[in-house]
């Protein structure tokens, strides 16, 4: 009996152990899944914030290039304003509408690659037929109050009685 007394505690410290070694194991496993969690969570956080962080570049970087845009038209406009055509002719040559004329500069910019747009007019001032020629090449340069003479010939059209002419397009 003497021995059954020893026996007891020593199974009951050993089911206390195995008990004990159970929960460690629980809770290190609880533990490992929390961390695991926890690590999951934060690269959730890390993604979000990259993206969000990507989305406001792209929105800024839009924004920007709206600014550049509108900036680009309101000079443009300022350009085209300052860009006169003077001395123009539009007359029948054989077969052909001849078209002659000149573009001053009156910004403060040296322009590039100035097109002008020729229409063709009927009596009642309707367009029959459009063309356009460089005024300056690509590559050229109109200084400011400069200017350079434009000549363009467009196959006859009968019912064209005038041209009107305009700028519409410049590299500055």
Do not use: H, W
Request: with cysteine; charged share 35%; proline share 2%.
């Amino acid at each position: 009996m003497k021995r059954l007394f020893m026996i007891i505690p020593i199974v009951s410290i050993l089911l206390l152990s195995a008990c004990s070694d159970s929960n460690k194991d629980e809770k290190e496993l609880e533990n490992q899944v929390a961390a695991e969690e926890v690590e999951k969570e934060e690269e959730r956080n890390a993604e979000e914030e990259k993206q969000l962080l990507e989305d406001q570049a792209a929105k800024e970087a839009k924004e920007k290039e709206e600014r550049k845009k509108k900036d680009r038209e309101e000079m443009g406009k300022e350009i085209l304003d300052n860009l006169i055509i003077e001395e123009t002719s539009c007359e029948a040559v054989r077969n052909f509408i001849q078209v002659n004329g000149y573009v001053k500069n009156e910004s403060i910019y040296g322009l590039m690659s100035i097109k002008v747009r020729v229409e063709y007019l009927d009596s009642s001032q309707n367009v029959v037929d459009t063309d356009y020629t460089f005024a300056v090449a690509p590559g050229e340069v109109l200084l400011p109050n400069e200017r350079k003479s434009f000549s363009l010939m467009s196959p006859v059209n009968d019912s064209i009685s005038n041209c009107s002419y305009y700028v519409y397009d410049v590299d500055y």
